[in-house]
């Protein structure tokens, strides 16, 4: 086996690494230099994936994931006659969590997006038994407990940048559920969606919003993945009859400047 010392394999995850059972979630491998000729094997906690071949492309999806798709993943990449072979790739953590009806994260203000110096409150709420629940983060550093607690709550009374990450309930036991984004933007636009999955069939509604007032502002583009789908608004967009079809990274433009891009995803009622 020749391993090439230049051509380097990466992962990367689309849309993000910690979802939902029953979510769906696309690990591309990437090769720096060349792009062509490669076939790609997958690992899973550093044993070869049995369903490599679903990856050949250089994407490995998992839909629906389930439990027992947690872990940390890499990839290698191999072309020619003998085969010349990448080093493994570094290493892509996959978080799959429990579905809970009786556990739900609530924020507030219920978005995905908020502004710096603003306040920002979580809980975690069970209908049988809210204590044991503690509302834990993971940010670009590292997995902590939110620094207020508040019973099974958290208070932020002044958000900063370095507040965006992922939060979660997790009970005593070390049970994880309901992982929900939160981006906190210092700039003068955000986009306010819901932080929970739309449902399909649904009405999925988004606003821009300005610094200054906290309410939609009154012309505004919306875009999505890249593509402007509306523009000139009064800041709001709704899209009626969600469908699979609308997941993909939304943000909005104005004048005064430009949203973050936030996730929406699509979940089949009943799930």
Same mark, same amino acid.
């Given at each position: 086996m020749f391993c090439s010392a230049e051509a380097q394999a990466s992962v990367?995850? *689309? @849309?993000?690494?910690? !979802?939902?059972?029953?979510?769906?979630?696309?690990?591309?491998?990437?090769?720096?230099?060349?792009?062509?000729?490669?076939?790609?094997?997958?690992?899973r906690d550093h044993d070869h994936l049995s369903? &490599? =071949?679903?990856? #050949?492309?250089?994407? $490995? /999806?998992? &839909? @629906? #994931? #389930? !439990?027992?798709?947690?872990?940390v993943y890499t990839c290698r990449a191999e072309r020619g006659r003998p085969a010349y072979y990448t080093h493994n790739s570094s290493s892509q953590t996959?978080?799959?969590?429990?579905? =809970?009806a009786s556990v739900s994260l609530v924020i507030n203000p219920s978005r995905s997006q908020h502004f710096s110096s603003d306040s920002l409150s979580l809980s975690c709420e069970d209908n049988s038994n809210s204590a044991g629940w503690t509302v834990r983060r993971y940010t670009d550093k590292d997995t902590q407990t939110c620094a207020k607690q508040t019973g099974s709550?958290?208070?932020? %009374?002044?958000? &900063?940048? =370095? %507040?965006?990450?992922? $939060?979660?309930?997790? *009970? +005593? &036991?070390?049970?994880?559920?309901?992982p929900r984004n939160i981006t906190v933007h210092d700039g003068e636009v955000i986009l306010e969606s819901s932080? %929970? @999955?739309?449902? +399909?069939g649904e009405t999925l509604t988004l606003h821009c919003l300005h610094r200054s007032t906290n309410s939609p502002i009154l012309s505004a583009d919306f875009y999505?993945?890249?593509? !402007?789908?509306?523009?000139?608004?009064?800041? +709001?967009?709704?899209? /009626?009859?969600?469908?699979?079809?609308h997941e993909g990274f939304y943000y909005c433009k104005t004048e005064r400047g430009q949203s973050l891009h936030s996730w929406i995803s699509v979940r089949v009622r009943g799930q």
């Open positions: 990367r995850v *689309s @849309p993000q690494p910690w !979802l939902t059972e029953g979510e769906s979630v696309t690990l591309i491998c990437e090769v720096s230099g060349s792009s062509k000729g490669w076939t790609f094997s997958w690992f369903d &490599s =071949s679903r990856g #050949a492309g250089g994407s $490995y /999806t998992l &839909s @629906p #994931a #389930a !439990l027992q798709h947690t872990g996959l978080w799959i969590t429990g579905v =809970s709550g958290c208070v932020m %009374d002044s958000l &900063s940048t =370095s %507040d965006t990450g992922v $939060y979660w309930c997790e *009970s +005593e &036991s070390g049970e994880k559920r309901h932080v %929970d @999955p739309v449902i +399909e999505k993945d890249g593509s !402007l789908i509306q523009n000139q608004t009064t800041g +709001e967009m709704n899209i /009626t009859t969600v469908s699979k079809s």
